[in-house]
T-cell receptor, first 109, second 112 residues
Framework: GQQVMQIPQYQHVQEGEDFTTYCNSSTTLSNIQWYKQRPGGHPVFLIQLVKSGEVKKQKRLTFQFGEAKKNSSLHITATQTTDVGTYFCAGGSNYKLTFGKGTLLTVNP | NAGVTQTPKFQVLKTGQSMTLQCAQDMNHNSMYWYRQDPGMGLRLIYYSASEGTTDKGEVPNGYNVSRLNKREFSLRLESAAPSQTSVYFC???????????FGPGTRLTVT
């Protein structure tokens, strides 16, 4: 079945540093989604990418979808303590998603 | 709108006991999902229901059963709980016109 791999598993940064998490799929994806889960909370949808090479920005967050639609990345510029949490990528069909294992981001103030 | 609600929030079971986790959504979504989340394992799909009246197995269905009671409600049953089923369980729902899934607050289950 489809596998979605995400690295790194953990990332600790000083506040103000940048952060990037990478997602790779074993198969071509029709779309990729990103979710954020705060400690003790539930996953919350951030964004969806559909087109090859697509880049989307949300304030300090930049999301990219690879040209081959098999990889994606999330980059956070100048991290803040509010960015703490686990970031998941997920790919799949309209009915079913396969989630990566997530990257836990901690930020030292 | 309450979104996706789950009951109970916490539960402790002894090995061999049974229980049902309840999930309801008020967004008129067609599709509903049950995931489990274990440390370092991400979210793994247990069962899903693409629409009312249908259910399908996900990645880790063994030891679980589901019922799509109506469009709003999707329950997950553990017939004979095992310590390996200690986990956080999330229910989610989705509108057919978009890809985004909406998650409930989760049920933290411990099996001793």
């Amino acid at each position: 079945g489809q596998q979605v791999m995400q690295i790194p598993q953990y990332q600790h940064v000083q506040e103000g540093e940048d952060f990037t998490t990478y997602c790779n799929s074993s198969t071509t994806l029709s779309n990729i989604q990103w979710y954020k889960q705060r400690p003790g909370g539930h996953p919350v949808f951030l964004i969806q990418l559909v087109k090859s090479g697509e880049v989307k920005k949300q304030k300090r967050l930049t999301f990219q979808f690879g040209e081959a639609k098999k990889n994606s990345s999330l980059h956070i510029t100048a991290t803040q303590t509010t960015d703490v949490g686990t970031y998941f990528c997920a790919g799949g069909s309209n009915y079913k998603l396969t989630f990566g294992k997530g990257t836990l981001l901690t930020v030292n103030p | 709108n309450a979104g996706v609600t789950q009951t109970p929030k916490f539960q402790v079971l002894k090995t061999g006991q049974s229980m049902t986790l309840q999930c309801a959504q008020d967004m008129n979504h067609n599709s509903m999902y049950w995931y489990r989340q274990d440390p370092g394992m991400g979210l793994r799909l247990i069962y899903y229901s693409a629409s009312e009246g249908t259910t399908d197995k996900g990645e880790v269905p063994n030891g679980y059963n589901v019922s799509r009671l109506n469009k709003r409600e999707f329950s997950l049953r553990l017939e004979s709980a095992a310590p390996s089923q200690t986990s956080v369980y999330f229910c989610a729902s989705k509108d057919p016109t978009v890809y985004e899934q909406y998650f409930g607050p989760g049920t933290r289950l411990t099996v001793t």
